[in-house]
């Protein structure tokens, strides 16, 4: 099963620039998640045959949002956290409530859960930091609770380098928003937790990165930040057979990550 996941910025934008379909069309994703679709579902017309599609948008029109394209579909979708987490974190801020933006959604498949997340970006201030230091505990408590039914794949744009080697210049950006102590620590709870970062089975070292700048020719340079994830439950691990990036998949300031599970 070939599982992608990918910061579309916009998936009417992609469409217009006619990277969408063959992106598609190449990679025959089995499942393919989406964030930051900034779409309503009447606003996507979408040739999609084979595909059952699920959108979790945002109140707010043109902002956030996550959607999974699913080629089996799924025994249930849930959107937002679970009930009872966002009750106990303050997930709202001066921001706006982020529980209204369509940042999670989860799939329910035989063998596992699938889940999606848009998580909030710290900003250039670091004023989102307190509301990341409840956001990523809400995210992990979601994650840990479908674990008791069964294993999770979670996969997204989780905007946090969590290691050196995750972004092409570490020093300078210390303690800058996506490598705040703050934001990686949240980042190494689910690896604590036991979620496993499934492209580092394959590679080590630095160079692979899932997003980059649009000033400078940061992408034509390779001066990148890897952000975009996908984790599996530690007894999923040794049914992960591929776990890529994707640079040569344009349309986006970010590009696709993807796995494949024996399953």
Known sequence: MKIFSWNVNGIR?????????????????????????????????????????????????????????????????????????EERYQLLDDYGDTTTEGRVMTAEYPEFFLVTVYTPNAKDDLSRIPMRQQWDPAFLEHCNQLEQQKPVVFCGDLNVAHTEDDLARPKPNVGKKGFTDEERDGFQAFVDAG???????????????????????????????????????????????????????????HCPVSVTLDI
């Not at 080590?204 to 996908?230: C, F, L, M, P, Q």
Request: aromatic residues 14%; glycine residues 8%; negative net charge.
């Open 13 to 85: 934008a992609v469409m217009k620039k006619e990277l969408f379909y063959p992106f598609l069309e190449q990679h025959q994703p089995d499942i393919l998640c989406l964030q930051e679709t900034k779409a309503q579902p009447d606003q996507i017309e979408a040739d999609l045959d084979g595909y059952h599609v699920y959108l979790n948008s945002a109140d707010r029109k043109g902002y956030s949002g996550t959607a999974i394209f699913s080629k089996q579909e799924p025994l249930q979708i849930i959107n937002g956290f679970l009930p009872g987490i």
């Open 195 to 253: 979620f496993v970062d499934t492209f580092r089975m394959f590679h080590e070292g630095n160079g692979y990165y899932t997003w980059w700048s649009h000033w400078g020719k940061a992408r034509e340079r390779n001066v990148g930040w890897r952000i975009d994830y996908v984790l599996v439950s530690n007894q999923l691990k040794d049914r992960v057979t591929t776990a890529k990036i994707h640079p040569e998949v344009f349309g986006s300031d």
